[in-house]
C-alpha cells in the first residue's frame, strides 16, 4: 500500500491550492479515503472524507464550504480543493486509507 500526497506550498490568504493523493498497491475503487491536517505542535486533525464509490463526502466544520474532496477511480487518486484559504489552514497534510495506512503528507503555509 503506498499513498503519495503532492501539490501543497506557500500560499497567501483567501488563496486556493489543490491536493493530490496517489494510491497503489491495493484496490482503490474499494476504500473510503480521509484527508487530515497536522498543525505546528497540534495533533492531526480529520479534515474531509470521502466513500468508496464517492457518494458521501464530510467535513470538519473549520473548512466546510470552502474545501472540496473528490476522488478519480480511474487514476487511483483523491483530491483536496482548498479555497478562500486562511492562516489557520497551515499545516502538513495527509491522505489516510484505513485502517492505518498514511502518507509522508504535503505542507501547506498560507501566510502573506
Known amino acids: 500500500v503506498q499513498l503519495v500526497e503532492s501539490g501543497g506550498g506557500l500560499v497567501q490568504p483567501g488563496g486556493s491550492l489543490r491536493l493530490s493523493c496517489a494510491a497503489s498497491?491495493?484496490?482503490?475503487?474499494?476504500?473510503?479515503i480521509s484527508w487530515y491536517r497536522q498543525a505546528p505542535g497540534k495533533e492531526r486533525v480529520l479534515v474531509a472524507f470521502i466513500t468508496s464509490g464517492g457518494g458521501t463526502t464530510t467535513y470538519s466544520d473549520s473548512v466546510k464550504g470552502r474545501f472540496t474532496i473528490s476522488r478519480d477511480d480511474a487514476k487511483n487518486t483523491v483530491y483536496l480543493q482548498m479555497n478562500s484559504l486562511k492562516p489557520e489552514d497551515t499545516g502538513v497534510y495527509y491522505c489516510?486509507?484505513?485502517?492505518?495506512?498514511w502518507g509522508q503528507g504535503t505542507q501547506v503555509t498560507v501566510s502573506s
Open positions: 498497491g491495493f484496490t482503490f475503487s474499494n476504500y473510503d
Open positions: 489516510k486509507r484505513p485502517i492505518d495506512y
